[in-house]
């Protein structure tokens, strides 16, 4: 089983740019031909899951249309992983970020522990 691993500073200020990265334990985020999908999630405190957006294996992204001005996904095969940047960030932005893989079954199977970022002055 694919472990997923997310990384970045735990604390941004307001206006400022967050950027996590996750990497993958099996070497998996690749340009590939076989469709894998690579995805983040955040969780705000109280909220429910918030679905941002997704990277595929063909470089195709998609984003939730509420975060698309903010939100930019890409990966880096060579480093086997792929980033979230979210510009112009407010406290409404602090959660728990996730990475999590559909291995291109329209379906999660594999989340990263999740990371904490708070946004504070």
């Known amino acids: 089983q694919v472990q997923l691993q997310e990384s970045g500073p735990g604390l941004v200020k307001p206006s400022q740019t967050l950027s996590l990265t996750c990497t993958a334990s099996?070497?998996?985020?690749?340009?590939?031909?076989?469709?894998?999908?690579w995805s983040w999630i955040r969780q705000s405190p109280g909220k429910g899951l918030e679905w941002m957006g997704v990277?595929?294996?063909?470089?195709?992204?998609h984003y939730n249309p509420s975060l698309e001005s903010r939100t930019s996904i890409s990966r880096d095969t060579s480093k086997n992983e792929f980033s979230l940047q979210l510009n112009s960030v407010t406290p409404e932005d602090t959660a728990v970020y996730y990475c999590?893989?559909?291995?291109?079954?329209?379906?999660?199977?594999?989340w990263g522990q999740g990371t904490q970022v708070t946004v504070s002055s």
């Open positions: 099996d070497g998996s985020i690749t340009a590939s031909s076989n469709y894998v999908a």
């Open positions: 990277i595929a294996s063909n470089g195709y992204t």
């Open positions: 999590a893989r559909d291995p291109g079954k329209n379906a999660l199977d594999a």
